[in-house]
C-alpha cells in the first residue's frame, strides 16, 4: 500500500516539471519573437520662453537718390567745355559746360545801346512835355498839342521799359551759356560732347544728370496684412534699416517718409519709401537692399533657427514631452532675431525645444534630453 502512494506521488511530480518546462519553452519562444524598444535618441533642448522682440517687416527694395535732375541747356548753340568730371560731387551752382558766348556778347551790347537810346528820347519828350504844358496854361498853344507831347512821353517811358526788359533778358541769356549745377550731388556722364550744337527744345538739350545721394531714398513694398499691422503702430518708432548684398548691416537707420495710399491689385502690396542718411556714400541710387522696417516691439515666443525644420505642408518643430517621446508641432513662424526664430503660433512658452540630432528624430520616437552645454 505505501509502496504504491510513493509511486503515485513520484508520477504527479514528474508530470508536474514536465507541465512547467512545456511552459517555460514556451514563453522563452515568445520572448524571442517580440520586437526589442528601440533605444532612446539622445538630444538637447530648450525651453521655449517669451521675449521681447522687435515687430519687424522685411522686404527687397531699391535705392533711388533723394533728388534726380536732368542739366539741360536754356540757350541754343555749339558746346565749347566740359567744365567737371564725370562722376565727381559737386556743389550747387558749380560749372558744369560752357557754350559759345560770342553771340549773346553781342546781344548784350545791342541791348544797351537801345536802352541808352530810349532813355535820351525819353528825356527829349519829358523835357518837351513841360515845355508845351507850360504853354497850354498860358493857352498860347492849342490843348491837342499839349496831349499829343504827353502821349509821345508815355510812349518813350513805354519804349525805356521795353529796352530795359530786353537787356535784362540779354544779360539772362548770356549767363545761361555757363551751365550750373542746380542742386548738390553726384554727377553723371556728359550726354553731349564738346562740339555739339544743343538746342533747348531738342533732345540735344539734355547735358547730364545729378543725383543727390545724402539722404538717400529706397523704395519697397509691403504686404497688405502686414501695412495694417504698421499701421496700428506708433510713427514716429517705425525705424528702417538695410542689410547690403554682402550680407553686412548698413551703419545708419532711416525713417519712412512715404506710404502709398491705395493696394496694388496683381500683387497685393502698398509702395513704401524710406529716407536714410548717405554721408559716407556707401550707397548708390539703384542699388538692390535688404529692407527691414523695425515697428516698437512685442513679447513673442523665440527658438533656436536650428530647431525648424521645413516639411511640404510648412515649417514646424519637434518638442520632448513629458512621456519622454518627441512630438512633431507645427509653426507659424515671424521674422528672425539674431539667431532665433519668433514663432507667432504653434508653441507655448516652457515647452522643451529638440534643437539638435533632429535627423534621427521621429514622431513619437523616445528621446533621452539633455541640456545645453
Known amino acids: 500500500m505505501r509502496t504504491g502512494y510513493f509511486f503515485a506521488a513520484f508520477a504527479a511530480a514528474g508530470l508536474a516539471a514536465l507541465a512547467g518546462c512545456e511552459r ?7 520572448a524571442a519573437g517580440k520586437p526589442a524598444a528601440p533605444p532612446a535618441v539622445a538630444v538637447t533642448a530648450v525651453e521655449a520662453m517669451l521675449r521681447d522682440v522687435p515687430v519687424a517687416f522685411e522686404a527687397v527694395g531699391r ?10 541747356a536754356r540757350v541754343p548753340g555749339i558746346v565749347e567745355a566740359q567744365l567737371y568730371g564725370e562722376g565727381d560731387a559737386v556743389a550747387a551752382g558749380a560749372p558744369l559746360f560752357r557754350i559759345e558766348r560770342a553771340p549773346y556778347e553781342i546781344a548784350l551790347a545791342e541791348a544797351k545801346a537801345v536802352l541808352a537810346q530810349e532813355t535820351a528820347r525819353q528825356a527829349l519828350a519829358r523835357q518837351e512835355l513841360e515845355r508845351l ?3 497850354a496854361d498860358r493857352r498860347a498853344i492849342s490843348r491837342k498839342e499839349a496831349d499829343e507831347a504827353a502821349s509821345t512821353a508815355s510812349q518813350s517811358e513805354a519804349a525805356v521799359q521795353l529796352a530795359q526788359a530786353r537787356l535784362r533778358q540779354a544779360e539772362l541769356d548770356l549767363s545761361y551759356t555757363t551751365v550750373r549745377a542746380p542742386i548738390r550731388g553726384v554727377t553723371g556722364r556728359a550726354l553731349q560732347s564738346v562740339g555739339t550744337l544743343v538746342q533747348p527744345n531738342a533732345d540735344s538739350a539734355l547735358l547730364t544728370t545729378i543725383t543727390r545721394s545724402d539722404p538717400i531714398w529706397v523704395r519697397f513694398a509691403l504686404s497688405e496684412a502686414e501695412y495694417a499691422r504698421l499701421r ?14 554682402d550680407g553686412r548691416a548698413y551703419a545708419h537707420a532711416g525713417r519712412l517718409n512715404f506710404a502709398g495710399s491705395t493696394v ?7 509702395q513704401m519709401r524710406a529716407e536714410l542718411p548717405n554721408p559716407e556714400g556707401a550707397l548708390l541710387a539703384g542699388q538692390f537692399v535688404h529692407v527691414r522696417v523695425i515697428a516698437g516691439t512685442q513679447s513673442a515666443i523665440v527658438v533656436p533657427q536650428a530647431a525648424v525644420l521645413q516639411s511640404e505642408s510648412g515649417r514646424f ?19 528672425w532675431v539674431g539667431a532665433d526664430w519668433v514663432v507667432l503660433e504653434g508653441l507655448e512658452a516652457g515647452e522643451q525645444v529638440i534643437v539638435d540630432n533632429l535627423a534621427r528624430v521621429r514622431p513619437g520616437a523616445p528621446v533621452q534630453v539633455g541640456k545645453p552645454g
Open 317 to 335: 518643430v519637434y518638442v520632448a514631452g513629458p512621456d519622454g517621446k518627441a512630438a512633431a508641432r507645427p509653426i507659424r513662424a515671424g521674422a
Open 232 to 245: 496700428r503702430g506708433d510713427a514716429k518708432a517705425i525705424q528702417v534699416k538695410l542689410d547690403l548684398a
Open 264 to 270: 496694388d491689385g496683381p500683387t497685393g502690396t502698398v
Open 24 to 30: 517555460g519553452g514556451a514563453q522563452e519562444k515568445a
Open 133 to 135: 504844358q507850360g504853354l
Open 63 to 72: 535705392t533711388e537718390g533723394s533728388r534726380e535732375i536732368q542739366v539741360r
